[in-house]
């Protein structure tokens, strides 16, 4: 049973690795969108994403937790990306 799960690791650390790529270019590609529509107001993806969260309308202040959700996801998993490499 041991030598079955050890010849199986390396195979799960290759899919996990493809996986969290995969993962990291999407979100990568999503805040390249934000930080880009952010600059033609004029404002950092940081103000651009707490104007939102700021709003009094319920509906933009949950599209700025939305939007917070994106960045700190892309953040997190572009970190753990560069910890495996």
Not at 9 to 36: C, H, M, N, W
Not at 55 to 82: C, H, P
Request: proline share 1%.
């Amino acid at each position: 049973a041991g030598a079955l799960l050890f010849s199986q690791v390396p195979l799960f650390i290759q899919q996990y690795k493809q996986q969290l790529a995969g993962r990291v270019a999407e979100l990568d590609r999503q805040v390249k969108s934000l930080t880009q529509t952010a600059e033609l107001s004029g404002k950092t993806l940081e103000q651009y994403v707490q104007k939102f969260l700021q709003s009094n309308d319920i509906d933009f202040a949950r599209q700025g937790e939305f939007l917070q959700e994106i960045v700190t996801r892309f953040k997190d998993y572009s970190y753990a990306w560069m910890s495996l490499n």
